[in-house]
Every structure is written in C-alpha cells, then in structure tokens.
C-alpha cells in the first residue's frame, strides 16, 4: 500500500509540474508575443513618419530646382536683352493701314 500511496504522491507531482511548466511557458509565450507586437507597432510608426520625412524632402527639392531653374532663366534673358543694346520706350505706337496696302504673295507653279 505505501508503495501505491508513493506512487500515487509520484504521479500527483508529476502532474503538478507539468502543469506549472505548461502554465509557465504559455505566460512567457503571451510576453514574448506582445513584445513582439510592440516592436512592430514602434516600426511600422518610424517607417510612416520617415516615409512622410521624405515625402516632405523631396517636395522641398522639387520647388527648391523649380526656384533655381526660374533664377537661372531670368538671370540669363536679363544678360542676353543687355547684350542687344535695346532702348526702354514710352510710348507704344501702332501702324494702321488698309488691306491693299499690304504685300500679299502669290503662288507661282514650276514647270
């Protein structure tokens, strides 16, 4: 009978610690996991707010080559109109004239 009574006891702790170990690891499993989810929260954030940080960048370059191309063309039409030694006028004049006073051209054939 004892030896019944001490493998009963045998069996009893045995299914004791086996339980506690299971209950152990699903509890460090569950920590592991929210760990992990966390971390994935936290990147998938950076990544959102570098891809914005970027986004932003680039649109700042856009209008950044968009300014300098605008500067670089009028600094270069400013020095071409001072090249050509042309005078600022006053006054705009316009010529009225008739339509037969204009040359008109004619279409002659080949031979």
């Known amino acids: ?6 493998l009963s006891s045998r069996i009893f702790y045995d299914i004791k610690v086996f339980w506690i170990l299971g209950i152990c690891l699903v509890i460090a499993l ?13 990147e998938t954030y950076l990544i959102h707010r570098y891809e914005n940080t970027i986004s932003s960048a680039s649109l700042n370059n856009k209008d950044a080559e968009i300014n300098l191309s605008k500067s670089q063309s009028l ?16 006054q705009i ?8 006073e204009l040359a008109k051209t004619t279409q002659t054939s080949r031979p």
């Open 1 to 6: 009978m004892s030896e019944n009574r001490e």
């Open 30 to 42: 569950l920590a592991m996991c929210i760990i992990q989810l966390n971390d994935f929260t936290k």
């Open 75 to 90: 600094n270069g039409i400013e020095s071409k109109v001072n090249g050509l030694n042309l005078e600022k006028i006053s």
């Open 93 to 100: 004049k316009y010529i009225k004239t008739t339509e037969g």
